[in-house]
Every structure is written in C-alpha cells, then in structure tokens.
C-alpha cells in the first residue's frame, strides 16, 4: 500500500500587493475568487511552485559537477530561465541523471507534427508535489492605495494598489513511492518550511510564505482530509475545528498528525490523545521528517 504525505500551512500576517507591472490600466490588482461566499484574494499554486524551485536553485549546487540542482535555472540579471537539460534526457534510462524540480514537479513539452498524417509527440512527467492554491484567511475588503511613478511620466504613471492586510492558508500532497529518488521528498519539506517571499501577478512581493501553522499528515490513506483546515474568527484566533472533529469520528488517526506553531495554542488541540504537537514549525517538520525517514527506510 502506497504511503502519502500532506500538508496543510497557514502563513504569517502580511500585507499582499504585487508590484507594478506592464498592463493597459491603472490599477494593479491581486488575484480573487470566491470562497465561502465572499471574495478573497489568492495566490496562484504555479508561484508557489516556481518559490519552491528557486529555494532549491539557492540551497543546491553540485560542486563535482559544476551544476545546479534544478534543470530550471533562474538567471536575475536576465530576467528569465535557462535550461540544462531542455530535452530531459537524464528521464529516458532508468538509472539517468535527473534534477530535483523535474522529479518533484514534473515537466511537459508538447510539438506538433511537421508531417501532415503523424502525430506530434510530448515529453511530459506528472509533477509527484502537488500544491494547491493559496486564499487569504480573511475576505479581501478592497483596500487600495495611491502610487505615483517616478521618472518620465506617462498615462499610467498614476497608479492604484489593491492590497489585502491577511494571512494565506495552502496545501500540498506527495507520494514518495512515484520519486526517482524518494530522499529528495525531505528536499521538499525543507523547501516548504523556509519558504520566502512567493511570485504575485506581475511580480514578487515580499509576503513571508514560511508557515506559521503547519499540520502534517503521514498515512496509506489516498484522501488529504486536512486542506484548508484553518479557520480565523472575527478577533484573530485561530482553530481547526473540523480537523479535530475527524480525529474524534475516526475519519483521522491521531497519531498520522504532526502540528506545530501558533495553532497549538488552541485548547481543542492539547485534548487530543496521540497527536504529535510542537510549539515550533521547525521541531515539527524535523520529527516527521524523522518518521519519513523510518517509514520509507531512507
């Protein structure tokens, strides 16, 4: 039976606001749908994954080989990627050099036919870390701010930010057996973990996506049962009701739970016999990483 792993992060409070960037209007907007039947504003999961990969572009790098460890290369100064391997060819032996973004968040390059007749072809990889759409903790109420361009002016030099004073909840699952090389998945709680500031619409903001609140889950069960498990009242606190209601119905095995940070400051929480809860984010990644490690035999 296969083993999964999922995760629920809550992050700290920031202010979201994307930076200026080419469009037709004057208003820079933040991302919005509906949730619970009121807007809120969200964060795409592909920034989320391209904050993932650069950590590990930042973390890794072969020396003996004079190599990064991500095949998606961001290059600052030219303000775009290259790749080291654009053909994937390490994918198409079984024991090929592979890169850690391709192994954990898959690839696809489809080409048309150049023959009428022949089908085109495509070399695509299922990513194996799945994460899910970040939303805001709290309704977006449609707070915007005045900006002024410095420099030549232009039509669009007066400027309007739509910026949302909130904390972001997202989730994400992996299973470890569909990896070339099952250690990187410790690669991916890290990168969670630590993770910075994440891409908006036109560009970075600095939001500190690091959790503040994290649940993890360990478990032969193919259902995640914890996303979006945070809930936020009026003043500011915090629970997860409905994970903690799962764990009393038996939908959740207690002792598959490891939580850390701010939420285990719920008294809900300290109620729950054989849950794994540390008052640090770190500590807790740490010792499930540990029953990674003892579970997968890595």
């Keep these: 039976m296969s083993l999964h792993l999922f995760g629920s992060v809550r992050t700290a409070h920031g ?8 469009n037709e209007g004057n208003i820079t907007t933040l991302q919005k749908l509906l949730w619970k039947g009121k807007v809120h504003t969200t964060v795409p999961s592909e920034a989320i994954r391209w904050a993932l990969r650069y950590y590990w572009q930042t973390k890794g790098y072969d020396e003996k080989n004079q190599k990064h460890v991500v095949n998606r290369v961001w290059k600052e100064e030219k303000q775009d990627h290259e790749w080291q391997d654009e053909k994937w060819k390490g994918w ?13 968040l898959g ?5 048309g036919s150049k023959t009428e007749g022949v089908k085109g072809s495509a070399d695509k990889r299922r990513g194996c870390l799945e994460v899910a759409r970040a939303i805001s903790m ?23 930010t739509e910026v949302h004073s909130t904390r972001y909840q997202y989730g994400f699952a992996l ?18 973990v630590n993770l910075g500031e994440v891409a908006g619409n036109h560009s970075r903001f600095l939001f500190d996506f690091s959790p503040e609140s994290i649940v993890l889950r360990i478990t032969s069960d193919p259902a995640p049962r914890i996303l979006y498990c ?5 003043n500011g606190a915090v629970s997860v009701d409905e994970l903690v209601r799962k764990i009393h119905i038996g939908d959740i095995n207690a002792e598959e739970i490891y939580i850390g940070g701010k939420i285990t400051g719920d008294p809900s929480i300290k109620d729950l ?14 010792a499930f990483k540990s029953e990674v490690k003892e579970q997968l035999q890595i």
Excluded at 107 to 111: L, P
Excluded at 273 to 286: D, H, L, R, S
Aim: hydrophobic fraction near 30%.
């Design 15 to 22: 202010v979201a606001a994307n930076n200026r960037g080419e």
């Design 92 to 104: 198409k032996t079984k024991d090929g050099d592979t890169y850690i973004d391709n192994d954990l």
């Design 107 to 111: 690839f696809m390059r489809a080409e």
């Design 138 to 160: 709290t309704p977006f109420s449609g707070d915007l701010t005045f900006n002024a361009k410095s420099g030549e002016k232009g039509r669009t030099s007066l400027y309007g």
């Design 175 to 192: 299973t470890p057996e569909r990896l070339r090389e099952k250690p990187r998945v410790l690669d991916a709680l890290d990168a969670i």
């Design 230 to 234: 945070f809930e936020e009242s009026g």
């Design 273 to 286: 016999p054989g849950i794994n809860a540390f008052q640090g984010v770190k500590a807790t990644v740490e």
